[in-house]
Nanobody, 122 residues
Framework: QVQLVESGGGLVQPGGSLRLSCAASGFTLDYYAIGWFRQAPGKEREGVSC????????YYADSVKGRFTISRDNAKNTVYLQMNNLRPEGAAVYYCAADLGRCRAAGGYGYWGQGDQVTVSS
């Protein structure tokens, strides 16, 4: 059974840090691009970051550049999103998604996790 499970979310104060994990089961992440997306209430889903499988190239939305870092540990079949200096506007449900090869828009991913809530509040 193919499955992606996010974890690591929670409540953090503005300026704080969280590390999200996206653990895969039922398939090997080595050949897959992994994207992180987020959706806040009343807003459209937006792409946050992505790491491709082929050359490990990464992508970051302008709103998170310099604060978020995506990485992968193929031995653990897990991708991480380190989020530093979190802002209140970063509060959302964060999803990871996977599909073969390169990073792509949300509609191109075939596998999705269930999401993990990140709350940024003092």
């Amino acid at each position: 059974q193919v499955q992606l499970v996010e974890s690591g979310g929670g409540l953090v104060q503005p300026g704080g840090s969280l590390r999200l994990s996206c653990a895969a089961s039922g398939f090997t992440l080595d050949y897959y691009a992994i994207g992180w997306f987020r959706q806040a209430p009343g807003k459209e889903r937006e792409g946050v970051s992505c790491i491709s499988s082929s050359d490990g190239s990464t992508y970051y939305a302008d709103s998170v550049k310099g604060r978020f870092t995506i990485s992968r540990d193929n031995a653990k079949n897990t991708v991480y999103l380190q989020m530093n200096n979190l802002r209140p506007e970063g509060a959302a449900v964060y999803y990871c998604a996977a599909d073969l090869g390169r990073c792509r828009a949300a509609g191109g991913y075939g596998y999705w996790g269930q999401g993990d809530q990140v709350t940024v509040s003092s």
